[in-house]
C-alpha cells in the first residue's frame, strides 16, 4: 500500500472499463489523499500520453477514473481532490476530446453535465471545461480561466476527546473500503484465471502471459491480506477507546450521582434555615405589635390640653423684689396646693400680691397702699386650726401696742367714723379703745 508513482502508472495500466477496477484503483488513490497533486499530476501526464495504447476507451475509462474519484471525495470531504483535478480538466478535455471516437464523445459531453447537475465542480471550472469542448467545435482559441474549486461545507467540529478515535475510525473505513475493492478484483481475476475446469477455457493466454497474471494476483492477494491484518488492527484499536470512553462515562455517571446527592443536601439545609429564620421574623413582628386601645361607647372622648396663652386670666407668678434683675432672672415656683382655713393668712413681705391657693382658687390681694404692714398672729403650738372659739390675745404693753400703731389706728378709726354717720366721736376713755382695737384685730385676723 505504499505510494510511489511505478505503483500508480501500474494500476493505470492495468485499468479496464469496468466498474470493478476503477473502484479499486480509485479507492487506492483516495487512500493516499497526502499526495493529491503529485497523483492529479501523473494522471494529467498519463492521460496525455501519445501512445497508440491509448485509444478512446482507455482515455474513457480514464475519465471515469476521475469521475468516481472527485465524487467519492466530495462524499468523504476531501475538497483537495475537487481543487486539483479542476485544474487539469480542462486543458485534458481539450487535448483529448479531438481524438475521441465519435461514439465516445456524447458519453464526455454528459460527464461534464453530471458534474454541474450534481455541483461537484464550481461554475466557474464547469465553464472552463465546457469551453475546452466548444472551442474545438467551433475552431476558437482556448484560454482557461483560473480554477476555483468548490468550496465544501467544514464539517462539525469534534471533541478532544473523539478526534483520535474518528481519525482510527477513518483509516479503518478507508482500509475496509480498498479491501472490499481488492475482494472484488480477486474474484473476478479468479474465474478469469483459475478456472475449475482449464479444457472449458478456450480464451487462455499462453502460458508465459498466463504466468504473469497468476503473479499479479498472487500479489494482489497478498496487499488484500496485509490490509485485512491492517483492518484487524484499526478494529482493536477503536474498540479499546471505546472501552476507555466507556469507563469515562461510567466514572462520570457516578461523579454526577455524587453531585446530585450534595446539591441534595445543600438545598435541604437552605430550606431549614430560611424557616428559622422566617421563624425568628414573624416572631420580632408579633412582639413589635401593640394592641389598640378600647374606649367604652359611654365614655366621652378625650379633651385635648388647652395650649398655654398670654391672656391676663393666666395665674399670677410671684415677683421677687429683693434681686436688682427680677426682670432677667424670673423663675416661677412650683404650684402648690394647701387647705383653706379660716384662721390661716398667708402674706409675703417682699412681693407686690399676696395669693392664697386651694382647691376653688380663692384669692384675696391687699393693697400696700392701704396698709403698711401686716399683723401676723400666731397660734399657739397648743393651738388646733379647727378651734372655732379662739379669740386673739391682747398683747401685754398696750400703750407701747397703740405707740407703735398709732398711724394704723388713727386710719382705722377715721374710716369707720364715716361708715357709721353720726357716729363720729369716739366714746373716749380705755373702753372705747379696747373695743376698736379689739374690733380691729377680729377682722386682720
Given at each position: 500500500m505504499s505510494f510511489s508513482p511505478d505503483v500508480f502508472k501500474k494500476k493505470l495500466d492495468l485499468l479496464q472499463e469496468t466498474q470493478d477496477l476503477i473502484v479499486l484503483i480509485s479507492q487506492w488513490v483516495l487512500f493516499h489523499h497526502r499526495r493529491v497533486k503529485e497523483l492529479c499530476q501523473l494522471w494529467s501526464e498519463y492521460t496525455l500520453l501519445d501512445d497508440p495504447k491509448l485509444n478512446s476507451k482507455k482515455k474513457l475509462s480514464l475519465l471515469y477514473l476521475c469521475n468516481d474519484v472527485v465524487q467519492q471525495a466530495r462524499h468523504k470531504r476531501k475538497p483537495e481532490f475537487l481543487a486539483e483535478f479542476a485544474k487539469f480538466l480542462p486543458e485534458v478535455l481539450h487535448k483529448v476530446f479531438p481524438s475521441m471516437d465519435d461514439p465516445i464523445k456524447p458519453k464526455i459531453e454528459r460527464l461534464v453535465g453530471v458534474w454541474e447537475q450534481r455541483g461537484i465542480f464550481g461554475g466557474s471550472d464547469i465553464r472552463n471545461m465546457r469551453r475546452a469542448i466548444d472551442s474545438l467545435k467551433s475552431g476558437k482559441s482556448f484560454d482557461a480561466e483560473a480554477p476555483v474549486a468548490k468550496v465544501q461545507p467544514a464539517g462539525p467540529k469534534l471533541n478532544g476527546e473523539l478526534v483520535h478515535l474518528n481519525n482510527l475510525y477513518n483509516h479503518m473505513t478507508q482500509l475496509l473500503d480498498v479491501c472490499n475493492l481488492n475482494l472484488t478484483q480477486i474474484g473476478f481475476q479468479s474465474k478469469q484465471y483459475l478456472p475449475n475446469d482449464h479444457d472449458s477455457q478456450d480464451a487462455l493466454p499462453l502460458p508465459k502471459i498466463y504466468i504473469s497474471k497468476l503473479n499479479v494476483l498472487e500479489k494482489l492477494c497478498n496487499v488484500t491480506s496485509q490490509n485485512l491484518t491492517d483492518i484487524k488492527a484499526a478494529r482493536k484499536d477503536v474498540l479499546s477507546l471505546l472501552q476507555n470512553l466507556q469507563r469515562?462515562?461510567?466514572?462520570?455517571?457516578?461523579?454526577?450521582?455524587?453531585?446530585?446527592?450534595?446539591?441534595?443536601?445543600?438545598?435541604?439545609?437552605?430550606?431549614?434555615?430560611?424557616?428559622?429564620?422566617?421563624?425568628?421574623?414573624?416572631?420580632?413582628?408579633?412582639?413589635?405589635?401593640?394592641?389598640?386601645?378600647?374606649?367604652?361607647?359611654?365614655?366621652?372622648?378625650?379633651?385635648?390640653?388647652?395650649?398655654?396663652?398670654?391672656?391676663?386670666?393666666?395665674?399670677?407668678?410671684?415677683?421677687?423684689?429683693?434681686?436688682?434683675?427680677?426682670?432677667?432672672?424670673?423663675?416661677?415656683?412650683?404650684?402648690?396646693?394647701?387647705?383653706?382655713?379660716?384662721?390661716?393668712?398667708?402674706?409675703?413681705?417682699?412681693?407686690?400680691?399676696?395669693?392664697?391657693?386651694?382647691?376653688?382658687?380663692?384669692?384675696?390681694?391687699?393693697?400696700?397702699?392701704?396698709?403698711?404692714?401686716?399683723?401676723?398672729?400666731?397660734?399657739?403650738?397648743?393651738?388646733?386650726?379647727?378651734?372655732?372659739?379662739?379669740?386673739?390675745?391682747?398683747?401685754?404693753?398696750?400703750?407701747?401696742?397703740?405707740?407703735?400703731?398709732?398711724?394704723?389706728?388713727?386710719?382705722?378709726?377715721?374710716?369707720?367714723?364715716?361708715?357709721?354717720?353720726?357716729?363720729?366721736?369716739?366714746n373716749g376713755g380705755d373702753g372705747d379703745q379696747n373695743a376698736g382695737l379689739l374690733n380691729l384685730l377680729s377682722k386682720l385676723s
Open positions: 469515562l462515562l461510567e466514572d462520570g455517571l457516578s461523579t454526577d450521582e455524587s453531585k446530585e446527592q450534595i446539591i441534595a443536601q445543600r438545598l435541604e439545609k437552605l430550606n431549614s434555615t430560611r424557616s428559622s429564620l422566617q421563624e425568628m421574623l414573624d416572631g420580632e413582628d408579633a412582639e413589635d405589635e401593640e394592641a389598640s386601645p378600647a374606649f367604652e361607647k359611654d365614655s366621652p372622648p378625650p379633651v385635648a390640653a388647652p395650649a398655654p396663652s398670654n391672656d391676663d386670666d393666666a395665674l399670677p407668678t410671684y415677683d421677687n423684689s429683693d434681686s436688682d434683675d427680677d426682670d432677667d432672672d424670673r423663675e416661677e415656683p412650683p404650684a402648690k396646693r394647701r387647705k383653706a382655713s379660716d384662721s390661716s393668712v398667708s402674706s409675703n413681705a417682699s412681693g407686690k400680691k399676696s395669693v392664697a391657693f386651694s382647691e376653688d382658687i380663692q384669692i384675696n390681694e391687699y393693697d400696700r397702699e392701704e396698709q403698711t404692714d401686716v399683723i401676723k398672729v400666731a397660734k399657739s403650738d397648743n393651738e388646733s386650726d379647727d378651734d372655732t372659739n379662739f379669740e386673739p390675745s391682747l398683747p401685754e404693753n398696750l400703750e407701747e401696742f397703740e405707740a407703735h400703731h398709732k398711724d394704723d389706728l388713727e386710719l382705722h378709726k377715721t374710716q369707720q367714723g364715716g361708715s357709721n354717720g353720726t357716729d363720729g366721736g369716739s
